[in-house]
């Protein structure tokens, strides 16, 4: 199920009515139900690997438990690697082998001596990836002494299935959700509304601003050998925004639903277009998973308490990583990869910018060089993102070509002349209205104001949002981006 399908408007109210009425101690039974029903509308059969993956971790962890108390003990190890080599398996099974056995096939073609490995035709189970992370986190927390192991296997099993963020993130960590879980939740009518009104919000930025962006970005990338250079320099910052919109309207839903039973699921966005630097961006985005890899992949590799050499090895091992995270093909690479580049020359250059400062007599982090910083920042996110949404090399680089030859649109390709005027307003309106909420919610204190507005202000301006979202999103479904992953 979908956050967008019209089941859920039936599925979240009964859901979250259920959980209060019921007594405490059963209200998780009631939770785990519901998350796998939610988890069954996708591909019903497919609930199996996850159930494996939840008793494979849950008896590890006990395993952990039961051994000597020192991380680096032997058997904790032992149980710590059956745990992780089992998650990346089925990940790796499922997400990537097709890619393995493609390249493979291509260097076994090239040598003429290798063996070829054989495809599989099956599906990626949805939000696999996540899932895996969250699991992998509670083993390694529980392995190194600072997450107690959970005895209860329908608390944790929750914990992994928690609906709100089960396909699509945040990654949650056990010292936050699992913690939760231990607790009563008591019906607080206000943080029922303000949960509400961040699922509003949500839903405005995926129905009504991504979902229109990716008419005119789908229409590009279908074929960009035919459309215009303007129409391709438009489809990519319109994909900025649209892959934003779209991620993050699934986290506002996510922790939206989640604070209205009571739950607070973890920030994952925090306005990542204001930016001052890539690092300063990973930072703002997706923190979940950033958080992730610093954590138990960056720091475990020394992070940056190295040389410099080793610490741009890190940075690569972790930018690389990430973009095969997102998706087992070579632009997902080249995506994360242009990232770690970035951060390196962003690096290896601060001291040469601030010496200009200096010697120019300008405020290193006055106004000015922010803005600057922040619209270069925007601009290398923004071509890097081309990567990410063409589905090969040869895609991508079309679509600088077109960009830097301004190449007229062949017959039949895309043009912005090609959208209803009515339509490119209504678009251009939606963007306007986002970036003019980011804008007050990051210079102006626009969430921590909202918070203090008497109701006859809010009311007015939740419906607005309402009915842009009855009757200004795009009709037919599009399913959230990170779904794939």
Known sequence: MSFIDYQFLIFFPVVAAVFFALPPARRWVWLLAASCWFYMAFVPAYILILAAMIAVDWLAALAMGRCAPA???????????????FNLGVLVFY???????????????????????PATDVILPIGLSFVTFQTLAYLIEVYRGTQPVEHHFGRFATYVMFYPQLVAGPIERPGNLLVQLRRTQVFDPAQAAAGLELMLWGFFKK??????????????YADPSAASGASAVLAAYFFAFQIYCDFSGYTDIARGAGRVMGFDIILNFRRPYFSRSVAEFWRRWHISLSGWFRDYLYIP????RVGA???AFNTMVVFLASGLWHGAAWTFVVWGGLHGVFLLCGRATDPLRRRACT????????????TVRTFLTFHLVTAAWVFFRAPTWNGAMTVFRRMAAWAPA???GFTVASLAPATLW?????????????????????????????????????????LAVMNLGVPHEKPFIYFQF
């Open 309 to 311: 050499a080793r610490w």
């Open 95 to 117: 997400k990537y082998w097709n890619f393995l056995a493609a390249n493979w096939d291509a260097l076994a073609a090239w040598s003429g001596h290798l063996p070829k490995l």
């Open 359 to 370: 010697a120019l007599r300008a405020d290193p982090d006055g106004p000015l060089r922010s």
């Open 301 to 304: 590799l020394g992070g940056n």
């Open 410 to 412: 062949a017959d039949g």
């Open 71 to 85: 991380p680096g003990s032997r058997a904790r190890r032992l149980w710590l690697a059956a745990g992780t080599v």
């Open 426 to 466: 209504t678009t251009l309106g939606a963007l306007a209205t986002l970036v003019a909420a980011e804008c007050l919610a990051e210079f102006a204190r626009g969430e921590e104001r909202w918070k203090t507005l008497p109701f006859w202000i809010k009311a007015p301006v939740c419906a607005a949002l309402l």
């Open 207 to 220: 129905v009504v601003v991504a979902d229109r962006l990716a008419d005119v970005v789908d229409a590009v």
